[in-house]
């Protein structure tokens, strides 16, 4: 077990610090505060951010720290708070590792046992969710799916029946594929586009599934798409002996049980958790 005691220890310390995703006056005193006092900045482009600190009169090291450069940097990272180095991840807008980079070095700085200090601030998901007018709690955030249409079909097969608001991210020249591939995965749910948050153009479309899909051709900005969840059992016609003997084919190829499960629920878009309670009753 290891416990983290934030600001009762010495320790070298990876400060996760978001960044404004549009109106640069929501960067917080303490954001700013953190930028001056560490030692190196991590950040996604150098440039995007090197505007952002000079904005603010922050003059520290950039590094960057990338998808693709992603395992060298979080060796380099790791180097530096071993040298006794304070360092601050930053994303080109909104928090570290919400559909951006960041997770391989958190994960390695807390199991080394280097504090991990998460900082408040912009978060167009959750901008997004409280204005939405759709139910807050619980939520399911997926972010951008995969851009082949069979992919993202498949996904949206997964999240097809859970109950929960489901949030996405997409980009304008992808939302009417989007929006279409909803449609006809999800069906006509209530539905909410948000765009442009926090900017002088902020706009939310808010209506169903079917009628944003007619109104979004054209769209401009990163999008934040909310979808309400499901209200009805598209399951409870589904032929549980089918499942079962799907299940029991796969594992018969060479799969474990629990591997099995999880391919069959994602061809089937059956929840992976009652398709765990299915199995393991019926073997009860």
Do not use: W
Not at 111 to 125: D, E, I, R, T
Not at 145 to 159: A, G, M
Not at 242 to 266: D, H
């Amino acid at each position: 077990m290891l416990r983290q005691k934030s600001f009762e220890n010495e320790k070298p310390t990876l400060f996760l610090v978001p960044t404004p995703i549009g109106n640069l006056s929501e960067m917080t005193p303490r954001a700013i505060e953190v930028l001056n006092s560490v030692d190196v900045i991590a950040c996604e482009d150098t440039r995007t951010s090197g505007q952002l600190l000079k904005h603010f009169d922050i003059h520290k090291r950039l590094i960057s720290y990338q998808n693709f450069n992603e395992e060298s940097s979080t060796r380099g990272i790791l180097n530096l708070l071993g040298q006794g180095q304070n360092v601050a991840l930053i994303s080109d807008a909104g928090y570290p590792l919400i559909n951006d980079p960041g997770q391989k070095v958190v994960s390695e700085a807390a199991a080394q046992g280097f504090n991990v200090v998460p900082l408040s601030g912009s978060s167009a998901v959750l901008n997004a969710l409280v204005a939405s007018g759709l139910i807050a709690q619980p939520f399911l955030f997926v972010g951008f799916l995969p851009s082949s249409e069979n992919e993202r079909n498949k996904k949206l097969r997964e999240y097809r029946s859970y109950p929960m608001t489901l949030i996405f991210y997409e980009a304008p020249h992808r939302i009417q594929k989007f929006m279409n591939s909803a449609l006809g995965i999800l069906g006509d749910r209530r539905c909410v586009i948000a765009r442009e948050l926090t900017k002088i153009h902020e706009e939310f479309l808010r209506g169903t599934v079917k009628e944003l899909a007619e109104n979004c051709e054209g769209l401009k900005g990163e999008m934040v798409i909310l979808i309400e969840g499901n209200k009805e059992d598209f399951h409870k016609d589904v032929d549980y002996g089918v499942l079962m003997t799907m299940v029991n084919e796969q594992v018969a190829q060479g799969l474990s049980k629990s591997e099995a499960i999880r391919k069959v629920a994602g061809e089937t878009g059956i929840p992976r958790n009652r398709l765990y309670d299915l199995v393991h009753n019926k073997e009860n």
